[in-house]
């Protein structure tokens, strides 16, 4: 019986312990692989939101929202550009068509639509960008001479993978070092895989939904927890609108829902499958072939971060040169058709720089895209300040401004600013801190004669500084507006601000959190809170915002081709006006 029992330890039991103690092991190898994968997929998806394109109509678009403080994102002014992320410009385009429905307004429909049959290709070089960053190295590049040539022709589906701060995206090598550097000695890898995807899960979209909540237009199942859901359609009066899955920071998410990249959704997912051998030290001495597994094979998807669209958007101003104009009262009446007998429109974009601060600039006539008739203008004007608030105002703020009057003081200017809780700021203010009637390169200044019902004749000058947006068609500012002068206008009282007021739209030091170190030097860099110099320096609007739109409703002359030097001198020292 003894020497039963020693063989059966020795057969049986002895292997069934070792055999235990190897699946222990491989349970422990397991987990740290698993635990392993998961922190690579988060940094693979960290790495995908730093992914960015240049698009020729909307300028740098990325996942992620980031500041105008990135090397990589310069204008031809050498100053840094802002990066919008996708969710917000379709979050914007949709929320403006909502706006153009409730007011039944024409041109503001029209102008939502041309800008989300725009959007469809801005998608689809965000998901060629996205999935060149995720493919295998020697898959997606075809050598750095012949990538860079193609850099500024997306025909050929080839972009730069850099950040905003210039800074070389590589997503395999990234993953590949990280699961290297925190594997166990007991495991070695074998293989890596990445692709990016989309959730047939529910996935959050970081884009809140529409307030009020009846001027949303969405039905269950398109919206979790007041954003919208992400990866399916939410559609408004027929017309698609697809949302990436985004979040406040990195996360995982289910790999079992994960689905491969495709042409109908943002595939911003990203999952990582990566296979490891175990390097067992009893392989050669369990009998039977008891030995665990050796391989080990694990997956894990994880969702990207967006960062909040927290940069301070465009001052639109309105100006009433004498006493407001009867029948024109409110910006409902602006946009009412009926209000206006039209006589003679015309539309100059700014050419060879600043019109007219810049010595070679000319205004030059031109048609392209110019809405027809003073109502149209307003509307048009409107929707860009607009576009340029991204999701910063309400629908039911929007619609508020339009019902208020204006005041029937000589002179008034209204300065138009978001505010943080979403309601829109009307001041009216003494002095403008932006250059007058200047419009930036590329950019457009319609005048409109028209006449009111009232028979009076104003003439109106339209200036928008943020229509065309970007370094290809936006001008040497890409569509950013015009920093004004002082830098710290908003915290001035000449100018009607303080610090609680500029805090209340996002801007000046409460809100940015910098300081200048000389706010009267148009050149002054910025400064920390407790005033030490910063490697990042911002755009120079991004403390107070800058000029979006001017609008001005006088007897005032048409802009001339060609600069007078005495304008330009009035200008530069302060002393600009308007010709009556």
Not at 147 to 171: A, F, T, Y
Request: charged content about 20%.
């Amino acid at each position: 019986m003894l020497l039963v029992i020693l063989a059966c330890t020795c057969l049986i039991v002895v292997p069934l312990l070792m055999l235990a103690a190897q699946g222990g092991l491989y349970a422990v190898d397991r987990d740290r692989a698993k635990g392993a994968v998961e922190a690579a997929a988060l940094l693979a998806a960290n790495d995908l939101s730093r992914v960015l394109i240049n698009d020729p109509e909307f300028g740098f678009v990325s996942l992620s929202n980031f500041p105008p403080n990135g090397e990589g994102t310069l204008a031809c002014d050498g100053e840094p550009l802002p990066v919008t992320g996708i969710n917000t410009l379709i979050g914007t385009v949709r929320q403006l068509a909502v706006l153009g429905h409730e007011l039944q307004n024409k041109t503001i429909s029209e102008l939502a639509e041309d800008d989300r049959e725009s959007l469809q290709s801005t998608v689809d070089s965000l998901n060629s960008a996205l999935s060149q960053a995720v493919a295998s190295h020697d898959r997606s590049l075809k050598g750095e001479a012949q990538q860079n040539s193609q850099i500024d022709n997306p025909q050929h589906g080839v972009h730069k993978l850099e950040d905003h701060h210039g800074q070389k995206i590589d997503i395999e090598k990234d993953v590949a070092d990280f699961l290297k550097s925190h594997l166990p000695a007991s495991l070695t890898l074998d293989s890596i895989e990445i692709e990016n995807g989309w959730l047939s899960a529910a996935a959050r979209s970081s884009i809140p939904t529409p307030v009020p909540q009846n001027y949303a237009h969405v039905e269950k199942g398109q919206a979790v927890d007041k954003e919208y859901r992400a990866f399916v359609d939410v559609p408004l009066f027929d017309k698609t609108y697809t949302f990436a899955g985004l979040g406040k920071s990195s996360a995982l998410v289910s790999a079992a829902h994960f689905s491969p990249a495709d042409d109908n959704h943002i595939n911003s997912i990203v999952r990582v499958k990566a296979t490891f051998s175990r390097n067992s030290q009893f392989k050669q001495v369990l009998p039977f072939g008891l030995d665990a597994p050796g391989k080990i094979e694990i997956a894990a998807a994880a969702q990207p971060y967006s960062m909040d669209d927290s940069g301070p958007a465009g001052v639109m101003t309105m100006r009433f040169c004498g006493s407001s104009v009867t029948g024109m009262h409110t910006w409902r009446d602006l946009l009412d058709q009926s209000n206006f007998r039209d006589r003679m429109t015309m539309t100059y974009q700014a050419l060879g720089g600043d019109y007219p601060l810049d010595p070679l600039a000319k205004m030059r006539p031109s048609r392209l895209d110019s809405a027809e008739g003073t109502a149209e203008q307003f509307a048009e004007h409107l929707y860009f300040w607009l576009r340029n608030g991204h999701l910063r105002p309400q629908i039911g703020s929007i619609i508020e401004m339009l019902n208020q009057r204006f005041q029937s003081r000589p002179n008034d200017l209204y300065a138009y600013e978001f505010k943080n809780d979403g309601s829109i700021s009307r001041r009216s203010i003494a002095k403008s801190p932006f250059p007058p009637g200047v419009t930036s390169e590329s950019q457009v200044s319609t005048t409109v004669e028209t006449c009111t019902n009232a028979g009076i004749n104003p003439i109106i000058i339209f200036r928008n500084n943020v229509k065309r947006l970007g370094t290809r068609s936006g001008g040497k500012h890409a569509g950013q507006p015009i920093a004004g002068n002082p830098l710290n206008w908003c915290e001035i009282s000449e100018y009607g601000g303080d610090d609680f007021i500029a805090g209340a739209v996002h801007k000046g030091r409460l809100a940015t959190g910098l300081t200048l170190a000389n706010p009267f030097d148009a050149n002054s860099s910025f400064r920390g809170a407790d005033g030490k110099t910063i490697c990042l320096q911002p755009r120079k609007s991004y403390y107070s915002g800058g000029l979006a739109v001017d609008i001005e409703i006088g007897g005032l002359v048409q802009p001339n081709e060609k600069i007078e030097a005495s304008t330009i001198s009035l200008i530069k020292n302060g002393r600009g006006g308007y010709t009556r």
